[in-house]
């Protein structure tokens, strides 16, 4: 029960990403053949949106619950970040969803995309077991 809070906010989540139509494949295409500003203008508030959170959080020095003070560590350039960047895009792509709104899919009844969920498990296990392998 004390998870609650968590499924309740999920669920909002959910409606959030069916009601807003980010979960829609034909959305998706419009975005990735770049005939329409829908997403990109979705996308780019969620930037804007992040980007003025941050600076709130640096400039009022916000701490966390119990009192620790909120840390935003450095992050350094690798390539490996370009290259699973062009994966997940890719993927994103040729699945039309990417990987936040499938619960959400599932949910609107669409079951094709389990299989689109269960690949995605894959290549987090995949990853996961070749992680010390690859560049970092």
């Avoid at 034909?26 to 980007?51: K, P």
């Avoid at 709130?56 to 840390?71: D, N």
């Avoid at 039309?96 to 499938?102: D, T």
Wanted: overall charge positive; proline content about 4%.
């Amino acid at each position: 029960m004390r998870n609650i809070k968590f499924l309740i906010a999920g669920v909002v989540f959910g409606i959030i990403l069916v009601k807003s139509q980010v979960i829609s494949w034909f959305r998706i295409q419009e975005m990735f053949r770049v005939q329409a500003f829908h997403m990109y203008g979705i996308i780019g508030s969620a930037i804007a949106v992040g980007m003025v959170s941050v600076l709130l959080l640096k400039r009022f020095k916000a701490k966390t619950i119990s009192g620790e003070p909120v840390e935003i560590p450095k992050k350094q350039f690798t390539w490996g970040n370009v290259w699973g960047g062009l994966i997940f895009g890719l993927g994103w792509a040729i699945t039309g969803a990417c990987p936040g709104p499938l619960y959400a899919l599932l949910g609107s009844g669409f079951g094709v995309i389990g299989m689109t969920l269960l690949s995605a498990i894959l290549g987090t296990w995949v990853y996961g077991a070749l992680k010390d392998k690859l560049p970092h």
